[in-house]
């Protein structure tokens, strides 16, 4: 999130905007990254369980995931434009659970919503927080064909290191100190 972790509310719907998948993209896609018939062959894929040429699911969220980054990254310079400093993303320690539960046809209108579940302070990374977060998507026909539950980390604005930790690094700095930083 651009949104420093005390600033992040939950179970906000943040809209990350819809993307109209075509035939071409959607075999453009199969063919470098899931090449299976239902994805690249539409005469073959009328005779799937399908019934036609579907979206792979990993273009599904592909696509979704480019659109979080560009919304995440419009906040980030919204916040600047307004002279204030965006908050900080970490990486993802994981999904915990990922479903395709729709099918995306050529000429379906995904659209996509991030919204934070859950949030808490990092045991193992002080300044930092975790966001349980959800992703879903639905087509033109609001037919939810794709949700994930994610996790990330999103640094906090209040957190000061403890005065212990700071003498710590600040030692491990010295010449001749270089022991201290083997062993934290």
Do not use: C
């Amino acid at each position: 999130m651009t949104r420093w972790f005390e600033d992040i509310p939950l179970d906000e719907a943040i809209d990350l905007g819809a993307h109209t998948f075509t035939a071409s993209e959607i075999v453009a896609f199969a063919t470098r990254y899931d090449p299976q018939y239902f994805h690249l062959d539409p005469e073959a894929a009328r005779h799937s369980i399908f019934g036609g040429l579907v979206a792979s699911g990993w273009h599904t969220i592909s696509i979704g995931h480019r659109k979080m980054v560009d919304r995440l990254d419009a906040e980030a310079d919204a916040i600047r434009q307004l002279g204030d400093e965006p908050g900080v993303s970490g990486p993802s320690p994981g999904v915990s659970s990922m479903r395709f539960t729709a099918p995306v046809y050529p000429g379906d209108t995904i659209r996509y919503t991030l919204t934070v579940t859950g949030k808490r302070h990092s045991h193992s990374l002080p300044g930092w927080g975790l966001l349980f977060n959800r992703i879903d998507a639905h087509n033109q026909s609001g037919v939810q064909v794709y949700t994930a539950d994610l996790v990330g980390f999103s640094k906090r604005r209040d957190y000061v290191m403890p005065l212990g930790m700071r003498l710590a690094l600040a030692l491990s700095n010295l010449p001749g100190m270089k022991w201290l930083r083997k062993k934290s």
